[in-house]
């Protein structure tokens, strides 16, 4: 294992849909209790139409340059009631958009074909295996989808906005950064081989690792059968720096 700053990581966004030109970042930034928040009644309605993307630039000396957001909904699917806290360090935040069926406990209840626009928050199986080459989405505030009986009437999602593409937004969203106001990220566990270069999540001990997009990395599986047959499908983004 090793730690590794978020400002050092640069995502590639694989969501659908062009960036709205007309939009900037919200009035009360993205971790606004407005955007980001669980629905539990047919009043509480997403901020932005789901699937909104925004580009926006930060000047943090750390990583300067244009990131990309998106609003999203957020089911619990596996783990019910997966809460996203501010502690990133253990590398938990992950989310991706689920395999069929992962829409069950969603007001998005076709499980046949889940919308892009779902993902998911899961640890505790490999079918969250992030080698798979899905899109990967960095929540921007605390969000807990209840994944109870709200679900059954068509609620208990939670929405709000992703980190999907470019630099990090550490400077612009409070949880993404440690606290100190030197604004170089969370400091979080990758892979002790992490180096300078393309990256991947991989599922590995009932969590998720950033690493190295390398062969190695990409066939190492248990039953010796190649799950990858593309690595360079699978990239989430690039590592500016190894792990220290």
Request: charged residues 15%; glycine residues 10%; aromatic residues 10%.
């Given at each position: 294992?090793?730690?590794?700053?978020?400002?050092?990581?640069?995502?590639?966004?694989?969501?659908?849909?062009?960036?709205?030109?007309?939009?900037?970042?919200?009035?009360?930034?993205?971790?606004?209790?407005?955007?980001?928040?669980?629905?539990?009644?047919?009043?509480?309605?997403?901020?932005?139409?789901?699937?909104?993307?925004?580009?926006?630039?930060?000047?943090?000396?750390?990583?300067?340059?244009?990131?990309?957001?998106?609003?999203?909904?957020?089911?619990?699917?596996?783990?019910?009631?997966?809460?996203?806290?501010?502690?990133?360090?253990?590398?938990?935040?992950?989310?991706?958009?689920?395999?069929?069926?992962?829409?069950?406990?969603?007001?998005?209840?076709?499980?046949?074909?889940?919308?892009?626009?779902?993902?998911?928050?899961?640890?505790?199986?490999?079918?969250?295996?992030?080698?798979?080459?899905?899109?990967?989405?960095?929540?921007?505030?605390?969000?807990?989808?209840?994944?109870?009986?709200?679900?059954?009437?068509?609620?208990?999602?939670?929405?709000?906005?992703?980190?999907?593409?470019?630099?990090?937004?550490?400077?612009?969203?409070?949880?993404?950064?440690?606290?100190?106001?030197?604004?170089?990220?969370?400091?979080?566990?990758?892979?002790?081989?992490?180096?300078?270069?393309?990256?991947?999540?991989?599922?590995?001990?009932?969590?998720?690792?950033?690493?190295?997009?390398?062969?190695?990395?990409?066939?190492?599986?248990?039953?010796?059968?190649?799950?990858?047959?593309?690595?360079a499908a699978c990239i989430i983004g690039w590592?500016?720096?190894?792990?220290?």
């Amino acid at each position: 294992m090793a730690n590794f700053r978020l400002s050092k990581l640069v995502l590639q966004d694989k969501f659908p849909g062009a960036v709205n030109p007309n939009l900037s970042t919200p009035t009360d930034g993205w971790d606004n209790t407005k955007d980001n928040f669980v629905t539990t009644a047919a009043s509480d309605q997403p901020s932005y139409p789901v699937g909104t993307k925004i580009s926006v630039y930060t000047d943090n000396t750390n990583c300067p340059g244009y990131y990309t957001m998106a609003y999203l909904a957020l089911t619990s699917c596996y783990s019910s009631g997966a809460c996203i806290s501010a502690d990133f360090s253990d590398g938990k935040f992950f989310c991706s958009h689920p395999k069929t069926g992962c829409a069950s406990q969603t007001q998005f209840a076709d499980t046949s074909e889940v919308p892009y626009y779902v993902v998911h928050m899961c640890y505790t199986t490999a079918a969250t295996d992030l080698t798979k080459g899905t899109p990967v989405a960095i929540p921007c505030a605390t969000l807990a989808p209840d994944g109870s009986a709200a679900s059954t009437n068509g609620y208990g999602d939670a929405y709000g906005w992703f980190w999907v593409g470019g630099v990090c937004p550490c400077k612009d969203a409070t949880i993404l950064d440690d606290g100190s106001g030197n604004y170089k990220g969370v400091d979080v566990t990758v892979d002790g081989a992490l180096h300078p270069g393309p990256v991947f999540v991989c599922y590995t001990a009932a969590t998720q690792l950033i690493t190295s997009a390398d062969e190695t990395n990409a066939l190492d599986n248990t039953t010796g059968i190649v799950t990858v047959p593309d690595p360079a499908a699978c990239i989430i983004g690039w590592a500016c720096s190894s792990g220290a």
